[in-house]
């Protein structure tokens, strides 16, 4: 093979999800339902933020960009694990592993900081409320989304840089649906040493930090809350931040179970296991999460369906 960009390797060979042959078929219909659901869900929700002059607030500003970021996401790397259930070889090309690599960490570090941003808004509401008019002005709204996009800019260079300069001799077949970090570390015929502390602190920074801003923007939010005299104004406090608090659960739960460890200590099978849920489920969930338990939303369902049957 021809030597290109520290690799001997041109192309690699995804070994998928599984190499049960009973399995591709239906392992096929059910993701591209989910692939599916998550798309209409996210666009469906960036819709309704747009038509509905209510749903013009720095709350529906943050999720109308995370539900732009997630079906982007899931674009990544889905079509590619789709076409895997149905080919006997699933071939992607050394620059286009790494392109993947590179709007996988993109994607994900952007929305780690979107929902960073979501507690931020939420503490502002509900700490200081007559301020937040103020605080959450569409320039500090923009401004915190383009740091959120500057940051997954540089860390994504960071991975995807490291990752270029390693060298892959003769194995190319990745043990996984995805060019993910570990598997490739894990082919990697020189020392990995340098990319392991870079992901150890890129993935510590963009987790660690991130969940202790959440953390300390909910401690104020609890502690404003429970002194809120009325039950009915606690309970509505509450629910304003409940869907929040599921959607970085899931996610910041999922990404520091997979990269908060050395790529040694990962088995594929694990890692498969992993990816599914933090690749695959939290972008489902997330238009679910936030318009199932978000009065806001419905209201905004039922005027549109209205004015379409109008």
């Known amino acids: 093979m021809v030597f290109e960009n520290g690799s001997f390797v041109t192309e690699f060979l ?3 999800l599984t190499d049960q042959p009973d399995l591709q078929l239906p392992l096929f219909l059910l993701f591209l339902v989910i ?3 998550t798309v209409l869900g996210n666009l469906g929700m960036v819709t309704l933020i747009v038509l ?4 013009h607030t720095p709350m529906y500003f943050f999720l ?3 539900s732009f970021i997630d079906p982007c996401y899931s674009s990544v790397f889905t079509p590619k694990m789709l076409v895997n259930f149905i080919s006997k070889k699933n071939v992607i090309s050394y620059m286009g592993c790494m392109t993947q690599l590179y709007f996988l960490c993109f994607f994900c570090i952007s929305e780690c900081y979107v929902l960073t941003s979501m507690a931020y808004d939420r503490y502002v509401a509900i700490c200081t409320p007559l301020l937040y008019n103020v605080t ?5 709204c923009s401004s915190l989304i383009l740091g959120s996009c500057l940051m997954a800019f540089f860390d994504a260079m960071a991975v995807t840089g490291c990752m270029l300069r390693l060298t892959f001799c003769d194995a190319n077949t990745i043990n996984h649906y995805l060019c993910d970090i570990h598997p490739l570390l894990q082919l990697s015929c020189t020392s990995t040493y340098i990319n392991e502390l870079v992901v150890f602190v890129m993935a510590g920074i963009n987790v660690v930090v991130p969940s202790l801003t959440i953390f300390v923007s909910y401690s104020f939010i609890l502690s404003s809350i429970l ?3 009325s039950t009915g104004g606690r309970s509505k406090a509450f629910s304003t931040c409940s869907s929040h608090i599921i959607a970085i659960s899931l996610f910041f739960g999922s990404g520091a179970f ?3 460890k050395p790529s040694s200590s990962v088995s594929m099978d694990e890692g498969k296991i992993s990816s599914v849920f933090y690749t695959n489920t939290v972008p489902l969930l997330n238009p679910l999460i936030y318009s199932l338990r978000n009065k806001d939303v419905k209201l905004a369902l039922r005027r549109t369906l209205s004015r379409r049957q109008c």
């Open 14 to 16: 995804l070994l998928g």
């Open 35 to 37: 692939y599916m659901v």
């Open 52 to 55: 509905n002059s209510h749903l």
């Open 64 to 66: 109308f960009n995370l």
């Open 136 to 140: 959450m002005s569409l320039k500090v």
């Open 227 to 229: 002194r809120i005299s």
């Open 258 to 260: 997979m990269y908060l």
